[in-house]
């Protein structure tokens, strides 16, 4: 069966002379990118890099990045990547749980912890890229042989990394329905130790994809900048820089044709906000339901209501399964990781002996099969008796016109349990809404259990290193808020 490095030769053989990366004023092809990705393998190998050995980049979205990781799968090592975001106790135990042999950093950017594998800095790569390649001393490995770890957030204690095999990587190419198409050019704006970019290796050079890569920090004038320069096919984006990016009078549909369909992430989006997008910007906004564990496994169509877009994740994509026991969302299907990477018993919390992955989230399915997220199993609080999960609280909250973004926990109280507590962005800091406006809004398309009890009017959302809504630290100042409170009276 072919393997990552085989598809790799045929995107060569086929695209070779396409764009591959652009970074700023930096541009690479296909075939330049396999070479400078060949002779780093060289040095990998002759550094005693063997197959099945961990090799870790710790480098920021960049050409040299994607040169990295193509030149780990080219010398049948296994490939993982460190969010620079992380902190040093996160990135300390994901250093020791997979003993890389080489460590490829930039140290401007991070520091490695203290480890016995052997360093290559980001400044050698020009001068070890411009030798020769490795060529026929490819070793030899197997689809089922492991490719590369990703890890997990860390949210609820230290990061696991999930390993995917070749055969993973090559799933990606069917499950990937409409965010695929030959020739694309994304603007990508994750970082690249995402599952979003890690996993799609084989999806980018099955379609000759090219990524160029979005400045940081992200401006609404930047990206409208690039999607017209570089004929910007794909582009994601939050909610609230979308609504940023249709005021800008130069993101016309007769100003980007080539701009096919956008992805909404991190929340999702109101229908008067989908509508505005396709009206002005003139593509179709989608959602896909994913995580780190299971990159790919649900997905709206670009033809689909506003209403589907926004209170559902769409249907099951090619190669998945989904079933709901007992509301809880179980997948199965060639996406799946193999399991946690030296972790037999993290592993089998969460993957049963037939492929089912638990996921952790709590959903149902409509009967047209698209599946709708109600919350997480670990965010549902229990007020008087009754379940909450905050999800289904944040959709709602998230169509009001004073709120910007908003993020629901439960905490500790008296008498009835727990309490939700509300913390929002407004839309306007100077009016923000007060907690009887929030409490009627809520109560007015939920019921009345649901309505927050406590209202905390912040900046911003505090967000983790993979840019998700950090709701341990959320959760903790509720608690100590409600602490103080109590000592008070």
Known sequence: MPTVADAFDDAVRRDGEREAYVEGDRRITFAQWGVLADALAAELVDRGVRPGQVVAIMLP??????????AIIRCGAVATALNLRLGPLETAAIIAACEPAIVIHDKIEAAVPP??????????????????GLGPRRPHVEASDPAVIIWTSGTTGIPKGAWFDHDNLAAAVASAGVMAARHDRRLVATPFAHAGYMAKLWEQLETAATIVISPTPWRAEDTARLVIEERISMLGAAPTQWAKLTELPQLRRESIPALRIGICATAPAPPELIERVREQIGCPLIVRYAMTEAPSITGTDPDDAPEVQFRTVGRVQAGVEIRIVDERVEVRGSTVMRGYWRAPEATAEVLDAEGWLRTGDLGRITPDGNLVLIGRASDMYIRGGYNVHPLEVENILATHPAIDRAAVVGVPANVIGEIGVAYVVPTDPAQPPTLGEVREFVASQLADYKRPDQLEIIDALPLTAMLKVDKPALREHATNLRGRATKET
Request: hydrophobic residues 45%.
């Open 115 to 132: 480890t016995d594998a052997a360093l290559i800095e980001r400044t050698e790569l020009d001068a070890i890229c411009s030798r020769e």
């Open 61 to 70: 979205p960049s050409i040299d990045f994607a040169i990295c990781y193509a």
